[in-house]
């Protein structure tokens, strides 16, 4: 009987490992998951504007309310960062065949450490760039600047460098362009719009969301 337990909690600890490896190694695996499960529901619309990215979109749940003569796809997954939309290419681009993609990424990645520059940021961009060309040649592209937020004015800096190197690599694209919210949010003085803003200081209340639409609206097909 002893030996029986001995068993069971060593294989119960195998599971916990294998659970623990999976987590690791698929990040934001539930989200992607509940995508599946969506789609396998209700097959997703074709012709839309797919916005992949961060919370800023998650958070975005009303989107089609703002752009009410568009057909929206909301792939954005809260916590994300570049190399995860190019991880999860498959999930959340390539099976929509979109007629626009639309991006809002790259802030999750300044908090990566020290070792995270403008430039790390640049090229992970200009891989999701060209991962998307692979399979899209003429589907427009656009990346939206990364806003500023009170939360995370330590990264300003670095964020507006990213925001310069990528407003250049996306204007030098075919069907690509790069949509500035970051001046949009900011007063007359320079600083950060804070009314617009949660009590998390981080994510958007529905007045920064009006200004994105302001903002986004004109670059939408």
């Excluded at 190019?86 to 007629?99: E, S, T």
């Excluded at 069907?175 to 804070?194: C, E, F, P, Q, R």
Aim: aromatic share 12%.
């Amino acid at each position: 009987m002893k030996s029986m337990k001995l068993l069971s909690k060593f294989f119960f600890f195998l599971f916990l490992l294998t659970m623990c490896g999976t987590a690791i190694s698929q990040p934001f695996i539930k989200e992607i998951k509940a995508f599946r499960r969506t789609d396998s529901i209700a097959i997703p619309p074709k012709n839309a504007i797919l916005l992949i990215g961060s919370s800023s979109f998650t958070n975005w749940k009303d989107v089609a309310d703002y752009f009410p003569n568009h057909t929206i796809i909301n792939r954005g997954f809260g916590g994300s960062s570049l190399p995860h939309m190019i991880l999860y290419a498959n999930d959340v681009i390539f099976k929509y065949n979109p007629k626009q993609i639309i991006i809002y990424c790259g802030e999750n990645d300044l908090t990566g450490g020290p070792s995270i520059t403008a430039d790390t940021i640049l090229e992970r961009l200009i891989k999701l760039h060209h991962l998307i060309r692979s399979r899209y040649k003429k589907v427009p592209i656009a990346y939206i600047s990364m806003k500023p937020s009170p939360s995370r004015e330590k990264y300003l800096e670095t964020m507006q460098k990213a925001n310069a190197l990528i407003k250049t690599f996306m204007e030098h694209q075919k069907k690509s362009s790069y949509i500035d919210v970051y001046h949009s949010m900011l007063d007359a003085n320079g600083n950060i719009l804070t009314h617009i803003f949660l009590s998390d200081k981080l994510h958007m209340n529905a007045e920064g969301y009006k200004i994105w639409q302001g903002v986004i609206e004109p670059y939408l097909r």
